[in-house]
């Protein structure tokens, strides 16, 4: 009762709305899946131009086995494995030259630089002055302007930048093992 007036007129048409109302959830059901379905088709066509821009691994490539990299091979003729993807075994570290470049004895009188890929950097696996590490990676060609962009990128601390050996590669360390 509101104001000692009975309220059955307001209640019907209450009443009345709600039935309306109900009519239109049937049509809001259908726009609401075509708009769930309509998202899922553009996220697929987004995905599917991602998937192109993966370069694909070839079979040779996959089935390649480790090179092992031997140290006097290394300091006799290191532009001889440029491109090879192997292991330096057990092999003793002679100093860090900043935060991801550490130099490696191969002879006893050659030193072999080793840069550290970003995740064993990130991990803080960088290893000491006289630790002796097994390092998996690539070998590249090494030239000035790579040393430049080590110096210039804080892998090779600035006051060390002479200390990069003066050699024609360089192996890029993607996990290396402590000894």
Known sequence: ?????????????AMARWKNARGAAPLLVILA?????????WLNLQSESIEDEVAPVTEEEASRELVDFIPAQ???APESVVGERGV???I????????????????????????????????????RSGERVTV??????????????WVSSSAVDQGNAGAIPETSSFMLADSLTFN
């Open 136 to 149: 998996y990676g690539r070998v590249y060609a090494l030239n000035d302007s790579i040393r430049g962009a």
């Open 74 to 76: 290394l300091a006799a």
């Open 92 to 127: 003793g570290v002679s100093q860090g030259l900043g935060r991801g470049v550490v130099t490696v004895d191969l002879d006893g009188e050659n030193q072999y630089p080793v840069l550290l890929g970003p995740d064993l950097i990130a991990a803080g696996a960088v290893p």
């Open 33 to 41: 899946i075509l708009a769930v379905a309509g998202l899922l088709y």
């Open 88 to 90: 330096l075994r057990d």
């Open 1 to 13: 009762m509101t104001n000692g007036r009975p309220m059955a007129g307001k209640g019907k048409k």
